[in-house]
């Protein structure tokens, strides 16, 4: 069944479909991500973390979204 | 460490000369132990995607506090200057940090740096405001062009990274501490205390230390065998050593001898 409310998006390299209008905030609510601990790169650019309410969603849009992890 | 000997990187001032990595603990709780007890404030960290499906994960965040321990993100696993850029960028947005650790690796096997593509991101990010310390080769010649690209440290390997074969050319390293006074830390190939002390005693302002505490049989009496190695090497090198003599010298007077 085709959802024509939805769009699909790819977050860290795995496909998912998400209502119009979501914001880029909603996202990061939605994946229960402490934004303090995190950076967000869209279609290639980082987003400053202060507009990420203002960011909505396309169709097809490119999200990686990062944290430290142990390392040498 | 005394008042007067102080370890500045970048403008920012640390107590212990000993760096330690956080990867290939058994979990993130040994790792925060070991670095407790090796004293180090500043531990490197890698830049990877958050774990979307699983998150319950623990976070290194939640075991290491970056306001007591200074992060120092690196670039493990980039093999272009294009990834090794998008990640400290990435590190930066997370918090703020400047303070980063570049590493371009050339070759899968053996990890050494790709000196070109490393030479060509220290310039970019020294212009973008970072203060970048780099994972290089003991050439003198390379260093010197880093520390001119603008670079915060050099930092040589010993031998290739985790490969625990300690320091290989004394020579180099020491050739590197005579034309530099930028922080000269060894980033790679430790494998035991004797070897951070000699590292020390070569005039090194630091070392990097991951694989060899991390996969040591007790990774914390290792922590503890390095921090105490790095401070008796600081010291030995700045007490100075003695000329080193092909005969004997007797330690009593012959005055008085029955």
């Keep these: 069944m085709r959802k024509k409310n939805k769009i699909k ?5 795995k496909q998912i479909a998400v209502n119009l209008k979501f914001s880029l905030k909603n996202l990061i609510d939605k994946l229960k991500l402490p934004i ?3 950076a967000i790169e869209l279609n290639r650019e980082i987003v400053n973390k202060k507009r990420i309410s203002k960011i909505i969603l396309k169709s097809g849009d490119k999200i990686e979204i990062v944290n430290f992890i142990g390392g040498g | 460490m005394s008042k007067k000997d102080q370890f500045i990187v970048g403008k920012k001032k640390f107590s212990s000369r000993l760096i330690v990595g956080t990867g290939k603990y058994k979990n993130m709780s040994d790792c925060a ?3 407790k007890i090796s004293g180090a404030d500043i531990v490197t960290v890698a830049v990877r995607r958050v774990n979307i499906i699983d998150k319950s994960k623990p976070l290194l965040m939640d075991y290491i506090d970056p306001k007591k321990i200074t992060y120092l993100p690196n670039t493990a696993g980039c093999f272009t200057s294009e990834e090794a850029l998008r990640t400290l960028r990435l590190a930066r947005e997370i918090g703020g940090w400047k303070l980063v650790k570049l590493e371009v690796l050339g070759d899968k096997k053996n990890l050494f740096p790709d000196t070109i593509e490393t030479l060509k991101s220290t310039e970019i990010l020294t212009k ?3 203060n970048v310390m780099v994972y290089c080769n003991d050439d003198p010649l390379m260093a010197k062009r880093l520390e001119n690209a603008g670079a915060s440290a ?3 390997l010993a031998a290739p990274i985790g490969s625990g074969l300690g320091i290989q050319n004394k020579i180099n390293l020491r050739i590197i501490r005579s034309q530099t006074k930028l922080p000269l830390i060894i980033d790679a190939g430790i494998g035991q ?4 002390v000699v590292a020390m005693e070569l005039g090194c302002d630091g070392v990097l ?3 060899a505490i991390a996969k040591a049989k007790i990774p914390f009496e290792m922590a503890e065998a390095m921090k105490f190695a790095v401070i008796a090497g600081r010291k030995s090198f700045l007490s100075g050593r003695i000329q080193p003599n092909l005969f004997g010298s007797a330690s009593t007077s012959n005055k008085g001898l029955i």
């Design chain 2, 193 to 196: 205390a004797s070897d951070a």
């Design chain 2, 128 to 130: 973008e405001g970072f």
């Design chain 2, 209 to 211: 230390i991951n694989t």
């Design chain 2, 154 to 156: 050099i930092m040589p």
């Design chain 2, 33 to 35: 132990k070991a670095i």
């Design chain 1, 9 to 13: 998006i790819t977050v860290n390299g």
């Design chain 1, 36 to 38: 303090k601990k995190v």
